[in-house]
């Protein structure tokens, strides 16, 4: 089982990100995929999830709503996060994780990628 997290980078404030999350050795249409991201000394957050299958709800935290999409692709075992308008305030390695659970909860994920970190800085 395998959740490989990437796109990361360093963007000046106002730029754009696209992260995506490569997954393997389980049934990933079946599971919802969520974003987290955690900044230093702080603790991991929840930033947005999607539903199982070809729904594809979407959800996500205040701070990011209207500015971050996430989607899928379950034939290509894919999802992403589309960043713009970013901030230095969203600084912070993210990571992708799968679970079968409707929670923002990091403990009730089953599966997790290692990261990547995105720096927003002028």
């Known amino acids: 089982v395998q959740l490989q997290a990437s796109g990361g980078g360093l963007v000046q404030p106002g730029g754009s990100l696209r992260l995506s999350c490569a997954a393997s050795?389980?049934?990933?249409?079946?599971?919802?995929v969520a974003w987290f991201r955690q900044a230093p000394g702080k603790e991991r957050e929840f930033v947005s999830s999607?539903?199982?299958?070809?729904?594809?709800?979407?959800y996500y935290d205040d701070s990011v709503k209207g500015r971050f999409t996430i989607s899928r692709d379950n034939v290509r075992n894919m999802a992403y996060l589309q960043m713009s308008t970013l901030q230095p305030e969203d600084t912070a390695v993210y990571y992708c994780?799968?679970?079968?659970?409707?929670?923002?909860?990091?403990?009730?994920?089953?599966?997790w990628g290692q990261g990547t970190q995105v720096t927003v800085s002028s």
């Open positions: 994780a799968a679970g079968v659970h409707v929670t923002t909860s990091p403990p009730r994920y089953t599966y």
């Open positions: 050795g389980f049934p990933f249409s079946n599971y919802r």
């Open positions: 999607i539903s199982y299958g070809s729904a594809g709800h979407t």
